[in-house]
């Protein structure tokens, strides 16, 4: 049942990338892939594998990987939800540096204001658990920090747009990456 488990949360993961990679493509704007995420792609391969490796040769607990998998869908329903909310707003890619054609509120955006990052450091924070080993959260940690710097660049551009004051308006009633409470 172990490696049933296992291969069950290593395959998600794979395919949650694959879905990952498919959206800077099809979903996200860019004229150029920026040189941050030159850097990024390898690392993200990187840690599938060694994430990979570390589930296949340990063992975990099967509530433990069961509760990765569960994280994993759970990002992966985030991230779904945040394409479907954010179609017509034309976001640019990570690091693009460009304005969006639109402000995305509906949807995961009524809570939060990147849910995109959000559903990444979710899934990357599942993936490490299903391993089993504190040592894996170090990547997590690289990954999340780089989607805050994303993120507060994007706010960065977002607040010179000529929607600034609807944008300071929406920020000002949702969290940054978590839901506001209160």
């Known amino acids: 049942m172990s490696f049933v ?4 949360v290593t ?3 794979f395919a949650i990338i694959a879905m990952y990679t498919w959206s800077m493509k099809r979903h996200f704007s860019t004229a150029e892939t920026p040189i941050e995420v030159k850097f990024l792609s390898p ?9 990979t490796w570390t589930i296949m040769t340990s063992q975990q ?7 990765a998998w569960l994280m994993q869908l759970a990002s992966a329903a985030l991230f779904v939800w945040a394409i479907k909310a954010s179609k017509e707003a034309r976001l640019t890619y990570i690091f693009d540096g460009g304005l969006p054609q639109g402000l995305a509120t509906e949807g995961p955006y009524r809570y939060v204001r990147h849910p995109f990052y959000t559903s990444y450091i979710t899934f990357w924070s599942a993936w490490a658990l299903a391993t089993g080993s504190v040592w894996s959260f170090i990547p997590v940690l690289c990954l ?15 607040m010179a ?13 949702t969290g940054f990456m978590l839901p506001k409470i209160g």
């Open 5 to 8: 488990l296992d291969a069950v």
């Open 11 to 13: 395959l998600s993961g």
């Open 43 to 51: 690392f993200i391969l990187a840690t599938s594998f060694w994430f």
């Open 61 to 67: 607990g099967a509530g433990l990987t069961t509760i």
């Open 144 to 158: 999340s920090a780089f989607y805050v710097r994303a993120a507060r660049q994007e706010e960065k551009v977002l």
């Open 161 to 173: 747009a000529p929607f600034s004051k609807a944008y300071q308006e929406y920020r000002s009633r």
